[in-house]
């Protein structure tokens, strides 16, 4: 029954959405508002049969409804209920769903904007929108249906199917398969809807850009009207990539957080493109310049989101192995093709609209070294692209698959995010239009000196490898140099009477929250390459079987083993708990628990570490194994990690700068406030 | 003629920025390449392995097989993990004409004709190591014809509907 109102949703929604697509053309064509405005409701209305069709999945899978197989697939009874909820994106029809609901979501809130002043817009987006909703929503009803129900034949045999065939029943297995238990973590269950709200929420931008094409509109509208959306896009993947990490790092047990394969970098392509697209377009607002490559950033992101939401949900995995395990790969290629084409071909048609009547003059200019950021960032993307697709092109010229791993990322990924890292640096402090060695200079000294100062004491400290040392002289670099903006602008409005320095502060952001946002980011992004840095570089690692009392050391650490016990959790998990006391030159610090947990249904244990994480360390112990009964030994991997913590310190003041930068902007006069207000109110 | 200046300085600058881009994309490439060489490792299935043992005997190789389960044995003294792997192919046709990779699988852990390597792996054991689970190793071919490695994945297609993330370890 519930599995029938939620499929007859979907296939209503594609229905509406088909319909959207229609009446917006049509309208077009016969010059007929009216249509436009239908088309409009239409995709006001996806939201709402959407949701339906989502709930009815949840409703299904909170109920133990194992008769339908995706409920069977992905719960079971022993779960929790909040781990049944979420395993709507635990598997791949199911998150497919997922993803047409948010964009629905995002789909139905564009078109509660007022559209006053960029009507002519309207019916390119819904189109775009729809069409992009309409491929997956056709997924789901024809390849990957949620709910489709098991019957039992006649004949005995169970098959699987969305309608009763004749003469069959319903079969109900007595329990489902289950989640991996290596899922049931908090990180993975917010990372997927982060993941997805990133990717859906770029699908905006996109459609705005394409309207403009389409339309011949292009000046910057469409940029400053989908800027807030980049930049919560951005945010949402940005957290999505971080989430997964650190998933990876409290829950895989070999305390590293980020391993290159295929469905992470799947989902860093269009972050990349996403990031370049973010600084490129304040070129075109400030300057009229990079128009050209302003679309073809956006075009690029919407194909690197779309494949990354095939890559990352279609079981496709580390292997290189195939690109279409699953029947909807060669669609999700095609889809891909069709839309990457068609909107290079409308690019091409508008080429020479775009062109720019302003030329870069200076090498220094901030332009300039906005456009080098774009490249040194696609050149990641190309590095990124190239790994992934290696093995297929060795495979095609040599008949030998040849496969790169991590250290082929790490060794062509670091020069150029080093290059990041010293443009952050240098960018803030140069001018629009023109810039001289001179005038940098006379911006730099003061925060390199900073910087040389922690390089020293960096060395002195007794760290000699020369990457480490290169990559903390340019994160306390670019931490200096932006604290330094930030001292420089609040100064400056001390100087005017404009109260503490809290004040001062908060005044100067509000000003100009874009730039001051941005500035965090690039803190943040520093607090990154330090954390990085710190466990890429310096992590040390040791083991031992240890009798009760016995200690093992690390470092400025050791680790007394004082006992384990051995439970039931109510939850069918079996749980061996260690504790252990942890010391630092000698005194006492805390105690650990790191386990061992035995999940009955699926047969499968979970190891969890035990970790004590500070700014300085984390100190990150795995029970490995133990003397059944008598627990009297056990087995310990010990893991020491420096300045990991930054990683995840810099990814709050991330999301903070992120925040600031979407914040709409204050004006100074009220004339101008009163009147920008309005304009605001157009945009959101 | 002033006109003339200013084109001048004009593509002179276009010249620079031409020079600049060429520069950055020459060192992408020179990356690109170089980190290929230095890094890139064949990808073998089990039986080309067992063909080729000469051959890539000092090389960096990526293998992936089917665990078998009755072959586990864990030295958790000093974390030493050893198990069996069987042949499994490693092209896709091949895996969707078995009936898919979890078929494929159990189909060569059931197989005691299929090329057959020992593993061994120092670490953890990871909470993925089970029977039939697939493993994708890096690593070297050792003078005794175990396979030393020192990267591990694993998946389990059986069990759930996703392909469950890998667990991963670098020593």
Known sequence: MIANIGYSALVLTLLVSLYGIGAALLGLRKNRPALVDS?????????????LSALSIIYLLATNHFEVEY????????????LKVTALWGGQAGSLVFWSWLMSAFAS????????????????VIVVSLVTLAFFLALNIFV???FTRLWALPSGQVIEKMLQPAGSSLYFPTDGRGLNPLLRHPGMIIHPPMLYLGFVSFVIPYAFAMAALITGRTDDRWIRLTRRWTLWAWMFLSLGLVLGGRWAYDVLGWGGYWGWDPVEIAA??????GTAFLHSVMIQEKRGMLKQWNMVLIILTYALVIFGTFLTRSGVLSSVHAFAQSAIGPLFFAFIGITFTASLSLLMQRWNVLKSKTQMTSMLSREALFLLNNLLFLGILVVCFWGVIFPLISELFTGQKVTVGPPFYERANGPLMAGLLLLMTIAPLSAWGRSTWQTLGRALWKPAVAALVVLVAVIVAGIHNIYALIGIFLASLVIAVTLYEYGRGIFARRK???GNLVIAFLNLTRRDPRRYGGYLVHISMAMLAIGIVGIEMFQTETQGTLSVGESLTLGRYDMVYEELAVFDAPDARNVARAVVSVYKDGEPVGELYPRRDFFYDSQQPMTIPGVRSTLADDFYVLLVDWEEISTNNATFKVYH?????WMWLGSWVFVIGTLISAWPEKENSLVTKRSRQRVAAVVD | MEET???QTGSRNRMKFIMGGAMIVAAVIYLIVSSTQASAQYFLTIDELVARADEVADRDLRISGAVIGDSIEYDSKNLILTFDVAHVAGDNDELEAEGGLAAALNAAVMDPTRSRITVVYEGPIPDLLQNEAQAIMTGRLQGDGTFLADELLLKCPTKYEEAVPEQASDN
């Open chain 1, 144 to 146: 990957e249906n949620p």
């Open chain 1, 39 to 51: 088309a409009r409701n239409a995709m006001l209305l996806t939201f709402p049969l959407l949701t």
């Open chain 1, 496 to 498: 005017r009477h404009e």
């Open chain 1, 641 to 645: 990690n420096p300045l990991v913590k």
């Open chain 1, 109 to 124: 809130a564009v078109t509660l904007r007022k559209w006053d002043r960029d009507r002519e817009f309207l019916p390119w």
């Open chain 2, 5 to 7: 200046t200013i084109t």
């Open chain 1, 268 to 273: 860093f392509m269009p972050w990349l493109t």
């Open chain 1, 71 to 82: 409920v069977a697939s992905v719960t079971s009874r022993s779960m929790p209920m909040y």
